[in-house]
T-cell receptor
C-alpha cells in the first residue's frame, strides 16, 4: 500500500531564506507526483506536476525534483516571502491501482 | 475567473439530516473528484467520475453518494451526516488521467465546502 510522508509537519523560516520541503513515498510505481499549496480554510492550488519520467520541474521561485527510485521528492523555494506561508502537500498517482495518495503536508511559516 | 466552483462554502447541518454539496467546473474536464479533508489530515479521495463512469473508493462509507448529471456539475450527497463527517469537502477536476499526458493529470481544486454537523 502506497504511503506518502512529509517531514517536518511544520517549519518556520526567516524571510529571504531558501528552503526545501521533503516528500517521500513507499512505492516507486507512480505515474506522477504533484505539489500543492493550501491556505488556511481554502482549497488546494497546484504548484508543480512531475511525470515519472522527469527529474524536475520549475516555476518561478519553485523547483520540484523527483527521484523515483529512492521514493523522494523535494520542493525548493528560493528567497522565501511571507506570502509563501501556507501548507504544502505532495500527492502521488500510483500506477498499480491508479489512485492519488496525499501526504499530510508541511505547514510553512515565513517570519517577516 | 473561477474554474472550479463549490457551493456553499460553509454548510451547517444537523445530525442525520441529509445534505448536498455542489461542484461545478468551467474547464470541460472529463474527470471530477470528491475528497474529504479533516483538520491537519491529508485529503482522502471518496470517489471520482470519469465522464459518466462512477468510481467509488473501497473504503468510502455508503452514507456518501454522488451524482454527475452533466460534464459541468457534480454533487456530493451525505444521506445521514454524523459528527464524524464534519470536514472540508474538496472538489477537483482533471482533463484526463492518461499516463502519457504531460499536463492532463494536473488537478484543479475548488475552494472547498466546510461542513459542520450539529
Amino acid at each position: 500500500k502506497q504511503e506518502v510522508t512529509q517531514i517536518p509537519a511544520a517549519l518556520s523560516v526567516p524571510e529571504g531564506e531558501n528552503l526545501v520541503l521533503n516528500c517521500s513515498f513507499t512505492d516507486s510505481a507512480i505515474y506522477n507526483l504533484q505539489w500543492f499549496r493550501q491556505d488556511p480554510g481554502k482549497g488546494l492550488t497546484s504548484l508543480l506536476l512531475i511525470q515519472s519520467s522527469q527529474r524536475e520541474q520549475t516555476s518561478g521561485r519553485l523547483n520540484a525534483s523527483l527521484d523515483k527510485s529512492s521514493g523522494r521528492s523535494t520542493l525548493y523555494i528560493a528567497a522565501s516571502q511571507p506570502g509563501d506561508s501556507a501548507t504544502y502537500l505532495c500527492a502521488v498517482r500510483t500506477n498499480r491501482d491508479d489512485k492519488i495518495i496525499f501526504g499530510k503536508g508541511t505547514r510553512l511559516h515565513i517570519l517577516p | 475567473d473561477a474554474m472550479v466552483i463549490q457551493n456553499p462554502r460553509y454548510q451547517v447541518t444537523q445530525f442525520g439530516k441529509p445534505v448536498t454539496l455542489s461542484c461545478s467546473q468551467t474547464l470541460n474536464h472529463n474527470v471530477m473528484y470528491w475528497y474529504q479533508q479533516k483538520s491537519s489530515q491529508a485529503p482522502k479521495l471518496l470517489f471520482h467520475y470519469y465522464d459518466k463512469d462512477f468510481n467509488n473508493e473501497a473504503d468510502t462509507p455508503d452514507n456518501f453518494q454522488s451524482r454527475r448529471p452533466n460534464t459541468s456539475f457534480c454533487f456530493l450527497d451525505i444521506r445521514s451526516p454524523g459528527l464524524g463527517d464534519a470536514a472540508m469537502y474538496l472538489c477537483a477536476t482533471s482533463r484526463d488521467y492518461s499516463a502519457t499526458g504531460a499536463s492532463t493529470d494536473t488537478q484543479y481544486f475548488g475552494p472547498g465546502t466546510r461542513l459542520t454537523v450539529l
